[in-house]
Each structure stands twice: as C-alpha cells, then as structure tokens.
C-alpha cells in the first residue's frame, strides 16, 4: 500500500479491485443491464443484512435514511424516543427536530450503552410509534445488545417500532434482522463494509411499511413506499442513482460473502482482542463500559497524557491515520479502528509504529 493506511472509524481503506471496478463503463440507469446489477446488489445485501424482507441502496450518507426512518416511521402527533449515548444518538435527534418531530430524549453517559431497562423505562410514558437506537456508537467505541433490546421492547410495547443506526456494525458485528424482530436498520457504504463512501443501505419490516402508508408527508427522495414501488415495477430507483459506486459493491459484496459473515465477525473480533492487549499493556484505558466494547472501533482514554494532536500528527506522518476523540471527548480520548479488511496483520503494523513514538 503506497498511500497512508487509515485507522480511522470512516471511510476505511477500499481493496484495490473494487476501486477499479468504479472505472467501468458507465449504463443507463432505466436499462435491462442496470436492472440486473441493482437486483444482484439487493439480494447480496439481504444476505449480509439476514433479511428476507425488504432491502433499500440509495445514494446518500447514513444520515440520509436516518432522516428516512423518521419520515416513514412516525404518524403526526405521535412521538419517537431517542436513545442518546454519544454523538450519533444526537443526530438522530436533531434529525427528528428539524424534521418537526416530537423527539423525546434520553441522554446516557458516555461510554455506557442503551440498555433495556432504559427504553422500557421511556416508553411506558406513552405516545410513541419508534425508539431510535445506535448499535455501535463510534464517538465512544461502544457496542448496545440490539437483540435484548429488541425483545424487551416486543414484549411490552409491541405496536413501537425498532429504529437501529448500524452504520458502524453492519458487516463488522453480528445482526439478524429478522431474528431479532428489527424494523429498520440503516448502514453506510464506508464503514465496516469497505467501500468508498456515498452509499446507504438498509433493511426494512413489512410493518414499517404498512406504518408508512398512514403517513401524510413522508417527503419524496427517502419515501420508502416510492422507493419500494419502483424496486418492484423493474425500474429500479426513482432518482438516479451512484452507479459507479453500485460496480464496487458488487465486488465488494463478493468478498463479503466469500469471506462469510461469521469469519468476518470474528476476524473484527481478533483485531479488536489485538488492539486491547496493546493498550492495557502501554498503560490506555478503554472508554467503554466492560463488556460493552465495539468489535470495529477501540476509544482509548489519554491516561499517559499526551499531546494527543502531536501524537496523531507524528502517526500520520508515518503513514498511520488514527482518530482524535469526538466532540466533548477531543484530547481526552483517541480512537483505532479495527473495521472492513483490516487483517491482524494490519493491526500488528499499526502498534510498531505507534510503539515507536512514546
């Protein structure tokens, strides 16, 4: 790899093929050979997404289908619970504020995850048609029991649905759409499934979408009952979509699955134990709650005290990028990626050169 490697939690590094692949041939997006690579696509990315419900691709950030999953999922003069525990849990509600929503908060500490008994605390308030959630929070390299929560939430309130933010996690962390009995979850191209960045995915319940026909104004570009009804007539997408981006997922896909799902968890899972050991034994600290750590992104407290901005500078001037803290958590934190292809190998590169400036 002759440019520098990035360690970050977004965009990760792209293998080389599915960069090329962007440098075919453009088609038209309404012809019989775009039709075949998009439908390809969406059932590769059921596979990765273990759905056999609905599958969206379009052409926008993860933010995009957050804004998304509000429009579709909440009927006027209802409410959406937002679970806040970092960063992304923030913007899901901002996103639902300046969307006109009634967004009720409920603010965790950083480094904790969402639990259960924190949901159904809220929710049994009342006057709630979705609970928003972040799986896999990057400001704090913290990973929330989805399926827990899931099922506490089946249990005593049914009729909410299950709003998940797997932007972080899709393709780096174990996630069962159906098994879990999930309604949305969201992802985007540049995380844990290593592709350039522009892309957004999801996976989406049959009764989110009979919850959408109830909504009014669920805007035009994220209406999912629009994009459903053109997924199914053959013509794809209403609007034109990243077609070059679309070529590197296919390959992209390929390898996903070619890998195997399970092998892929567990290779996030042995670079994350990697990243661990390396800290506890240079004197870091982990930001996340025991038991809670993120398989794809370690945040590390600065308990040596360094000049984090040096540090990070030095690294990268070595080819190395790593990741300041986020937000309240800049100078206090630093953060490694483990996420897409990076290999032990990779990992052990990483600590050498790190090694070598304390």
């Not at 379009?58 to 509000?70: D, K």
């Not at 959406?80 to 913007?91: E, H, Q, T, Y």
């Not at 997922?249 to 996903?256: E, L, N, S, V, W």
Request: aromatic share 8%.
């Amino acid at each position: 790899m002759t440019h520098a490697r990035l360690y970050i939690p977004g965009p990760t590094d792209v293998p080389q093929d599915a960069l090329e692949a962007q440098a075919q041939p453009l088609m038209g997006h309404r012809s019989a050979e775009f039709a075949t690579l998009f439908y390809r696509l969406a059932d590769k990315l059921k596979r990765i997404l273990h759905t056999e419900q609905h599958a969206f691709i379009v052409t926008a950030s993860g933010s995009g289908l957050q804004e998304a999953a509000v429009r579709n999922a909440v009927r006027p003069g209802r409410k959406i619970l937002n679970m806040v525990a970092g960063a992304f849990g923030d913007r899901w509600h901002k996103i639902a504020i300046a969307n006109g929503y009634e967004s009720v908060r409920v603010d965790l500490a950083w480094g904790q995850p969402v639990r259960p008994e924190d949901v159904l605390a809220a929710l049994d308030k009342g006057g709630f048609d979705a609970v928003a959630i972040v799986h896999n929070e990057t400001s704090t390299g913290v990973i929330s029991h989805v399926a827990e929560i899931a099922r506490a939430v089946r249990d005593k309130h049914p009729d909410a649905l299950l709003l998940v933010d797997g932007v972080s996690s899709v393709g780096g962390a174990p996630l069962y759409f159906d098994d879990w009995g999930l309604d949305l979850v969201l992802t985007s191209s540049q995380k844990a499934l290593a592709l350039p960045p522009g892309l957004a995915f999801a996976a989406v319940s049959h009764r989110l979408l009979q919850r959408a026909a109830e909504i009014p104004h669920r805007g035009w570009y994220f209406d999912l009952l629009l994009l459903e009804k053109y997924f199914r007539n053959g013509r794809t997408t209403p609007a034109t979509p990243a077609i070059t981006l679309l070529y590197a997922a296919d390959r992209q896909f390929d390898r996903i699955l070619a890998e195997g799902l399970n092998a892929r968890w567990a290779r996030h899972r042995r670079c994350m134990e990697m990243t661990h050991a390396w800290a506890s034994e240079r004197g870091f600290t982990r930001f996340a709650e025991p038991g809670y750590e993120s398989p794809t992104v370690t945040c590390l407290k600065n308990d040596r005290g360094l000049d984090l901005a040096e540090f990070i500078a030095r690294a990268r001037a070595r080819g190395m990028i790593i990741g300041a803290g986020y937000g309240p958590l800049k100078g206090e934190t630093f953060r490694i990626a483990h996420m897409g292809e990076r290999k032990p190998a990779d990992m052990a590169a990483l600590f050498a050169v790190l090694d070598e400036l304390f």
